[in-house]
């Protein structure tokens, strides 16, 4: 392949007569939009030269006119959306060449090692992927969109390297995952090719300007010309896809082979780190700040965990492939916006709710407010639900054999009064007549409220939420009645701060292009809120502290450790209304359920 657009390799012929077929059906579309125009000149020279005198004659000449100018007038209409149409742009971080010059000298390195025309700009996606993009159409330029040298007509295809892949690989594998992407600019240069992609690229625009008030009907031809050339365009793509990997057979073959385990290696940390510890930020209102730094702290992990990615780690020792950015924090923070606002759909622009945040900050600024945040949540559902504030704990009349030997905090001495614990929590100084509490005592809403802390509500307890979800039958309905009234307030929660965004244009144009929000039962919902305020209160009265797993987000830490096994206990309290596990690992750590909780 030459970089004037010749087709030599495997696969390159067969692209080619699929776009010929491409074309073949917008040929077809023209013929049938110029067919009522003929017959109507047809008619109209017949008429002219006496052949066709009489009835009814006259009357048929003018219907059939007048049907082929309403047709050419709907295609003319159709065609001219088809060629002006802006097709969708992928929303990118562009990657000018003065912000990473050495990048941009080893993808022109590749392509004249490949003889193929240089992609005319780089831009970066917070995906672990990578491909060519076409930018030089009319449509963006009048957008303003396109301002560079890959908006000028018959410019190359821009470059879209996945950003994950910058930080984690290193300079020779990126080189070898990027010539087969570097070597489709040689057939994308050729006309016919070039055409059948804008004509199908048109078509797909059209589509989304079909669903705009007024011109509703284009979409259905829009569509159907879309079905008849789907199976030939995608065959089209294939043959490119062929003829690129066969001109890139040659540059650094063998290295490409071990570069795809790392690009596997790189998707599963990347969504893991997604899903597992940027979507809780997300939702608080609050990026992570360096997304592509963190993958690499997670794919670490990973191959630390995993026997199968033993020996990945060694590699880190090699240059990576971010170092060919002249500013890497810059870009890693654009690229962690741009994840965001893709995946989330959060604002294009930090601001007071939408601020971002470092790893350091991400236990106590994250961690900490969404367990805070849910343990509220989980006490306004029990409000609704009218459950009492201090519900007497089942073993009150008896200490608890594995309770701690002594209490974290001094309580109150009354008579008359309700159990030590109990006491503690609600701050009743007695039953009516008994005599007042010890003046000696201080508790613990007091020191709080003296020192300018938060005061904690007196029935956010967890024992509150123990006492409601016990279920010696385990027939779980109290917490079927919890867990749909969780569903319904973050529901409603959800649709306001929905409400709260500017409303998206549609199409192409609304985000989040890929939520990444998956559906959350209410039993699931109840166990992460009860799982919530037990970390709350561990952390208020067992000296437990929030933390962050690279894999799985949000954690809790004890003596600096990470404790995993609280999840079995929480679901045992949850789905069998059994509270005994979950009770022994509270006194195992020394958190007190009558304790309150301090909510956000």
């Not at 030269?49 to 049907?67: E, I, K, N, S």
């Not at 082929?68 to 007038?73: D, E, G, M, R």
């Not at 995906?127 to 009048?142: F, V």
């Not at 741009?338 to 604002?347: D, I, Q, S, T, V």
Request: with cysteine.
């Amino acid at each position: 392949m030459s970089g004037t657009g010749s087709i030599a390799e495997v696969g390159a012929p067969s692209a080619r007569s699929r776009a010929l077929a491409v074309l073949r059906v917008r040929s077809r579309a023209t013929a049938a939009v110029l067919l009522p125009a003929a017959l109507a000149v047809v008619l109209v020279a017949a008429r002219m030269t006496g052949r066709l005198a009489g009835d009814p004659w006259p009357a048929v000449t003018l219907a059939v006119c007048a049907v082929a100018a309403l047709v050419l007038l709907a295609g003319a209409i159709f065609g001219a959306v088809v060629l002006r149409a802006g097709p969708a742009v992928t929303p990118t971080v562009p990657l000018p060449e003065a912000a990473a010059p050495d990048l941009y000298r080893l993808v022109r390195d590749l392509a004249d090692r490949m003889d193929v025309p240089a992609p005319s700009a780089i831009a970066l996606t917070p995906d672990c992927d990578s491909w060519l993009e076409d930018r030089a159409h009319a449509a963006h330029r009048r957008r303003g969109t396109g301002t560079g040298p890959e908006s000028e007509p018959g410019a190359a295809p821009v470059l879209v390297i996945g950003s994950p892949f910058l930080w984690w690989m290193r300079v020779a594998e990126l080189r070898a995952v990027l010539a087969p992407v570097v070597a489709g600019t040689g057939p994308s240069a050729h006309p016919d090719i070039a055409d059948a992609r804008g004509f199908v690229r048109g078509l797909d625009a059209a589509v989304d300007i079909g669903g705009r008030p007024g011109l509703g009907w284009i979409g259905r031809p829009a569509r159907l010309l879309l079905r008849m050339c789907r199976t030939d365009a995608a065959e089209m793509e294939r043959g490119v896809a062929a003829a690129a990997s066969d001109r890139a057979q040659d540059v650094d073959y063998g290295l490409r082979i071990v570069a795809q385990e790392q690009v596997g290696l790189a998707y599963a940390g990347w969504d893991r780190l997604l899903t597992r510890v940027a979507l809780p930020a997300w939702r608080m209102g609050r990026w992570p700040a360096h997304l592509d730094a963190g993958v690499v702290s997670a794919l670490t992990e990973l191959s630390r965990r995993d026997r199968l990615a033993e020996g990945f780690t060694s590699r880190l020792g090699e240059r990576p492939a971010c170092d060919l950015l002249e500013q890497p924090g810059v870009v890693d923070e654009a690229a962690s916006l741009l994840a965001a606002r893709l995946f989330h759909g959060g604002p294009a622009e930090a601001g007071p709710d939408w601020s971002p945040v470092d790893w350091a900050a991400y236990p106590h600024e994250v961690v900490d407010r969404k367990w805070r945040t849910e343990a509220a949540r989980l006490h306004a559902a029990l409000d609704a639900l009218s459950v009492p504030a201090d519900p007497p704990p089942p073993d009150a009349a008896q200490p608890r054999l594995d309770a701690p030997a002594a209490p974290a905090e001094p309580v109150p001495v009354t008579t008359g009064a309700p159990a030590p614990a109990e006491a503690a929590v609600s701050g009743a100084p007695g039953a009516p007549g008994g005599p007042a509490a010890a003046p000696a005592a201080v508790r613990p809403a007091d020191r709080a409220a003296a020192a300018g802390e938060p005061v904690p509500p007196a029935g956010a307890t967890l024992e509150r939420v123990l006492g409601y979800l016990t279920d010696p039958a385990g027939e779980g309905a109290a917490g079927e009645a919890l867990a749909g009234r969780l569903s319904g307030d973050l529901a409603r929660e959800e649709r306001a701060a929905g409400a709260a965004r500017p409303e998206p244009r549609g199409g192409a144009d609304t985000l989040p292009l890929f939520p990444l929000q998956p559906p959350r039962s209410g039993r699931d919902l109840l166990a992460d809120h009860v799982t919530a305020l037990v970390c709350c209160a561990a952390v208020d009265s067992a000296g437990a502290g929030p933390g962050l797993d690279w894999l799985d987000g949000p954690v809790l830490l004890v003596g600096g450790e990470r404790r995993a096994d609280l999840a079995p206990r929480v679901l045992s309290l949850v789905e069998d209304g059994d509270p005994a596990p979950l009770r022994d690992w509270l006194a195992e750590l020394g958190v007190r359920p009558e304790k309150p909780v301090r909510l956000l």
